[in-house]
């Protein structure tokens, strides 16, 4: 049962009378899904629906993103609002009438839903501009991989005017809708890839003593790469180490010549970065060495770890109480998952929340990146009143009387 105190929100209520545009918003955008920095249609779809709501619109930024701006009467800070746009190279297995009609692409993390929200958030602020301090939308690309937000950043978009506060949300099944969750400092992982490729000789499977076989010697790799985590990690210093591509060989009677191993690594503390990097080619070589074997490692950098600014959760918290009701918010874990809205929280403060969307009755049960993704429509009201609601009273609560 919801209390009084969302019965008589007014952001909530306008939220609620647009639920069935966000409804539609989503589903068409999930039936047109575009790949990172090819969001080109997606664009032009924002910008349409924000076409007469009074914003000074920036577009492109990053090629194919968008920056919104509403801005107050007066002086007074900046809060900044970001949902991402790109889909996911993933078939979609769903048997619903809004599947991708793309071939291999499909909305199966949700992005579909974040610009839905925050076209729902922009509708709720246009009638609700603040006389001091301004309210920035930005529409992100490229957030699967491509570090769309590190470009918006490079071109300016925490700037004229200068952003004071960040704020971003992702719908996630690990919550029921109606509820949020955030987590204290470090929210997200640092999420990095590398690629090995183990060079032996090829041959004969008939005659393995005349050839190095990298098959073997890739396996080897492997198991002594999942000691690294286990032997050379403080067990209180969260990491991940995945391998999950292994490509080489020819046929059954052939041994391969090469193997090629993709991966990721996963921490919170960036520090170890360097660490794992190194010992994983220490390792590597070893190996290698030992077998007759030679190899090619490159470990590449990626987003750093999401912080949240834990002077925001109490504001959150508020924010939930005011949409949602009381005993909504809850503290959960760090994520091992990677987010480049790092990228916005390493200029300024921000928090990044997760937007409950689990409905069991509405099959949407399923982990994002699941071909069977989906999320609980229901959500996506609260999602747009919740985003709005947080810029409204920050700004109140940040400005001089």
């Known amino acids: 049962m919801k209390n009084t105190v969302v019965e008589e929100n007014v952001l909530l209520k306008e939220a609620l009378e647009i639920k069935e545009n966000l ?48 801005r107050g009467t007066e002086p007074g800070p900046t809060v900044a609002l970001r949902a991402d746009m790109d889909a996911l190279p993933i078939q979609d297995e769903k048997s619903v009438s ?61 700037q004229n005017p200068d952003v004071d506060v960040i704020a971003g949300l992702h719908v996630h099944p690990t919550a029921h809708t109606g509820f949020i969750t955030v987590a204290k400092d470090v929210a997200m992982a640092c999420a990095d890839s590398f690629d090995i490729e183990v060079i032996g000789e090829g041959g004969h ?85 030992g077998m007759g074997a030679t190899y090619k490692f490159d470990y590449q950098f990626g987003y750093p770890s999401v912080k ?24 959960i874990n760090p994520s091992m998952g990677g987010e480049d809205f790092a990228y916005y929280a390493e200029k300024v403060p921000g928090i990044f929340f997760r937007l409950g969307t689990y409905n069991e009755t509405k099959d949407c049960i399923y982990p994002n990146h699941h071909p069977k993704f989906d999320i609980d429509e229901d959500a996506l009201p609260y999602g747009s009143a919740l985003l709005a609601q947080f810029a409204l009273d920050y700004i109140e609560s940040n400005t001089n009387e």
């Open 308 to 331: 949240n600014d834990n002077r925001l959760i109490p504001l959150l918290d508020a924010v939930s109480e005011k949409i949602l009701g009381a005993n909504t918010l809850s503290i």
């Open 23 to 70: 409804i539609q918003w989503r589903r068409h955008l999930h039936v047109n899904p575009e790949l990172s920095f090819e969001e080109y249609e997606t664009s032009k779809f924002v910008l349409e629906n924000l076409k007469d709501l009074g914003f000074e619109i920036q577009a492109p930024v990053a090629k194919t993103g968008i920056v919104a701006l509403l």
């Open 98 to 158: 809004y599947a991708s009609s793309v071939p291999g692409v499909a909305h199966l993390c949700g992005h579909d839903a974040h610009t839905s929200m925050l076209l729902g958030a922009a509708k709720i602020l246009s009638k609700h501009r603040p006389t001091k301090g301004n309210i920035k939308l930005i529409f992100q690309p490229a957030e699967e991989g491509l570090a769309g937000a590190l470009h918006m950043v490079q071109e300016g978009v925490l």
């Open 205 to 289: 499977a008939a005659h393995p003593h005349m050839s190095i076989d990298s098959i073997t010697v890739a396996a080897e790799v492997i198991s002594s790469l999942q000691q690294i985590v286990s032997r050379s990690i403080d067990p209180l210093k969260p990491a991940v180490l995945t391998i999950g591509k292994i490509e080489g060989g020819f046929k059954r009677n052939v041994i391969a010549p090469s193997v090629r191993l993709e991966g990721t690594v996963r921490v919170l503390d960036p520090s170890l970065r360097e660490v794992i990097s190194k010992r994983m080619e220490q390792y590597i070589k070893g190996v290698c060495e």
